[in-house]
């Protein structure tokens, strides 16, 4: 099985990346900049990850259709970047306690 990337795909996994991140750095921070356009997108990224996982092996599907850049995808990467945000959260606490 081969698997092709574009640099359209690219393109649109980092859109989606700092979107993603940025709504979730905003929501956590509480701030407008959230943790930084870097870090964002890379929470972002990673979130895109993990919620595409999880959205696949629970068989999510919101419906929403297929847009070059979906909702669904958006919001699975935004669930997947809070989820590993509280992954961070806890190493670091866990870590503190040690």
């Known amino acids: ?15 989606v990346g ?3 991140g940025s709504l ?7 701030r ?8 964002n997108l890379i929470i972002g990224l990673v979130g895109a990850v993990i919620g595409g996982f999880i959205f696949k092996l629970f ?8 847009i070059a850049i979906s909702f669904e ?5 935004f ?3 809070l989820i590993f945000l509280g992954i961070v959260w806890f190493v670091q606490k866990r870590g503190k306690t040690l």
């Open 73 to 77: 995808d958006l919001i699975a990467a």
């Open 1 to 15: 099985m081969s698997v092709t990337i574009t640099v359209g795909q690219i393109i649109v996994w980092v859109i």
């Open 32 to 39: 407008r900049e959230g943790f930084g356009r870097f870090n």
């Open 24 to 30: 979730a750095g905003m929501i956590v921070k509480r």
């Open 59 to 66: 068989g999510i599907d919101l419906g929403l259709g297929q």
């Open 79 to 81: 669930v997947g970047s």
């Open 18 to 20: 700092v979107l993603a």
